[in-house]
């Protein structure tokens, strides 16, 4: 790093870790971004890049935590939720995985396929009665949930 680059040098980290991570060098990159993160501690979009060099490595404890300070600024993040509720189905914590779905499903927007991944994960954590409530309180989330169990078992 030159004198051009001193006055942001964790941002010049940032940057030289999503090149590496181009290239395809995620050691590299993982160093990068922590020694970025070791300058400036709230750089969510670093936060977010070594999640996803944990998640890409199956290493989702170390996921969970970048992703968690993350929310832990910023609780309504949409891609944050959705990825954490990942992280947590990976690590088989349906009811977690769900919880973080519900509240990526809470984000406005149009959001029909994170509302059906959170009905999916409700029901491979066995929560049956809060399922049913959902379906009975979403009429076009529960048209699409019929449409695609049909689409499935027709495929069986």
Known sequence: IDQRTKVQEDWCLHVEANLDTMENDDERAEEKYRRSLAIQPKNLSARSHLAGIYNFRSEYQRAAKELEAILSVFPDHFPTLRSMARVQEKLKNYSLAADYMYRAWQ?????????????????????????????????????????YNNDRSRSR
């Not at 409700?122 to 989330?141: H, I, Y």
């Open 107 to 147: 984000v406005p927007g149009q959001r029909m396929s994170t509302g059906l991944q959170y009905l999916r994960l409700l029901q491979r954590s066995g929560q049956k009665s809060k399922l049913d409530q959902v379906l009975l309180e979403n009429p076009a989330l529960r048209e699409k949930w019929n449409s």
